[in-house]
């Protein structure tokens, strides 16, 4: 099995910065692609960036230019930083990875629990 928690989350001002961890633990071979998601109430969850695991990255593009992703592969852990932080960036976040636990079985996903960001003066 695999654990995937989150952290960093919490309240910032408008312009302010704020930076997520994510942590990977557990039965794990390789990890491919690590995402962070981030849903607001009533709405659907949606991608907000992806690294791979050759560290191609891609966001959204409400947050180009002001979000950045990285891993720390040796750690397991995945990085946002979110900088010039808006209200609609308001969000519960949540990790999600690709990994499998041998080096010829199959990839399965896990998500984390979500970590609030809010976005306020």
């Known amino acids: 099995q695999v654990q995937v928690v989150e952290s960093g989350g919490g309240l910032v001002q408008p312009g302010g910065s704020l930076r997520l961890s994510c942590a990977a633990s557990?039965?794990?071979?390789?990890?491919?692609?690590m995402d962070w998601y981030r849903q607001t109430s009533g709405l659907e969850r949606e991608l907000v960036a992806r690294i791979t695991s050759g560290s191609r990255t891609n966001y959204a593009d409400s947050v180009k230019g002001r979000f950045t992703i990285s891993r720390d592969n040796a750690k397991n852990t995945v990085y946002l930083q979110m900088n010039s932080l808006r209200p609609e960036d308001t969000a519960v976040y949540y990790c999600?990875?690709?990994?499998?636990?041998?080096?010829?079985?199959?990839?399965?996903?896990?998500w984390g629990q979500g970590t609030q960001v809010t976005v306020s003066s």
């Open positions: 557990g039965s794990i071979f390789s990890i491919n692609a």
């Open positions: 999600r990875i690709e990994s499998r636990s041998t080096i010829s079985g199959p990839t399965y996903q896990y």
